[in-house]
Structures are given as C-alpha cells and as structure tokens.
C-alpha cells in the first residue's frame, strides 16, 4: 500500500453530495430552542448547582444558527 500518489495515478475526486443545509441549521436552532425552555424552567435548581450562566448557552447558539443562515443565505445567492 502507497502513502502517496502522483497526480496523474489518483482516481478523480467524487461530486459533491447536495444536501439541505438550511434543514440542518433549522433543527439544530429549535433543538436549543427546546433546550433553552428546559432551562428556563430549571433555572432554580442549576443556579443551586453553580451553573446558573447555562441559561446564556442556548441564546448564543440561536444567534450563531442565525449567522448561520445568514451565510448560508449569501453562499447561495452571492450578489444578493
């Protein structure tokens, strides 16, 4: 078995999967979305266990999926 492979020996690269990125941004922000509720809702209890600033970690990750979107939006349609 080689390690290496000159240029002219490698098969060519496969095409591209087309997949729905947007989809996957979307389910990963209503995951925290759910996850941001159960925090919420025990906020008491984990303010009690030293991790009270859990409660900020689900609102960063919304806001990320949103700059993600956003970019994905852009990649789409560049001159938009």
Known sequence: MRLYLR????????????????RTV????AVWAVLWV???V?????ADAGHGWWIW?????????LW???????RRHPDA
């Open 7 to 22: 240029s002219h020996d490698r098969r060519p690269d496969p095409a591209p999967l087309a997949t729905d990125d947007r």
């Open 26 to 29: 979307l389910i990963g922000m």
């Open 38 to 40: 159960l925090a919420l």
């Open 42 to 46: 025990f906020h008491s209890r984990l």
């Open 57 to 65: 970690t689900p609102p960063a990750a919304i806001v990320l999926g």
């Open 68 to 74: 993600g979107l956003l970019f994905l939006k852009h």
